[in-house]
């Protein structure tokens, strides 16, 4: 399978616990996103990369997140310190820069209990 | 900050018929306007974009209009199956413009009835 893929796509988890996901985009891809969506809203942007590098974080992006994309390939997101608000689907994307479709991910749930 | 309005949260049509879907946005216009699919439990799959010169774009049974001068966006599907029941996800891309991210509407609900 040569599209987006998510890891895990679900996620369980007690307040206060620290939660990370991986995506892993499409290989060819420079640029990455990550948007987390609520029921019944369109997804809200987070972050993304260009190659390794951060280019953006929402301003609305809590200082308990941070993203990574060390080797400008797969990026993980992490939770620390989860609140029951953070529960959601996260979205992670792919693209090449200059192109302007998106690819996206099956999502990760996360519910915070 | 750059918002988005779609018409309404559900529209029910009849199979057969032609669904209209609106996407409405504040401040600038962006490069270029995409539309989305999104299946429940599934991230959006894209279906078309139009750049800010282009008055229409069509694919197969799609039709999607842009009108910079009234900030919006219309999106149609003609001849409407069950199938095409989804959500639908207008987008601006305000990335090469303005520097700036994705946008995304809240997404309509669209249901064809059999």
């Known amino acids: 399978d040569t599209g987006v893929s998510q890891d895990p796509r679900h996620k369980i988890t007690k307040r206060g616990q620290n939660v990370t996901f991986r995506c892993d985009p499409i290989?060819?891809?420079?640029?990455l996103y990550w948007y987390r969506q609520t029921l019944g809203q369109g997804p809200e942007f987070l972050t993304y990369?260009?190659?390794?590098?951060?280019?953006?974080k929402s301003r609305l992006l809590s200082d308990r997140f941070s993203a990574e994309r060390p080797k400008g390939s797969f990026s993980t997101l992490e939770i620390q310190r989860t609140e029951q608000g953070d529960s959601a689907m996260y979205l992670c994307a792919s693209r090449i820069a200059g192109y302007n479709e998106q690819f996206f991910g099956p999502g990760t749930r996360l519910t915070v209990l | 900050s750059q918002k988005i309005e779609q018409n309404s949260e559900a529209l029910n049509i009849q199979e057969g018929k032609t669904a209209t879907l609106t996407c409405n946005y504040t401040n600038y216009s962006p490069a270029y306007l995409q539309w989305y699919r999104q299946d429940p439990g599934r991230g959006p799959v894209f279906l078309l974009l139009?750049?800010?010169?282009?008055k229409e774009k069509r694919k197969e049974r799609l039709k999607v209009t842009f009108d910079t001068t009234l900030k919006q966006s219309l999106f149609h599907i003609t001849a409407s199956q069950p199938a095409d029941s989804a959500t639908y996800l207008c987008?601006?891309?305000?990335?090469?413009?303005?520097?700036?991210?994705?946008?995304f509407g809240p997404g309509t609900r669209l249901s064809v009835l059999p």
């Open positions: 139009i750049r800010e010169n282009e």
């Open positions: 987008a601006l891309d305000m990335e090469d413009n303005y520097g700036q991210n994705f946008v």
């Open positions: 990369f260009q190659n390794e590098a951060q280019l953006e």
């Open positions: 290989s060819e891809h420079n640029r």
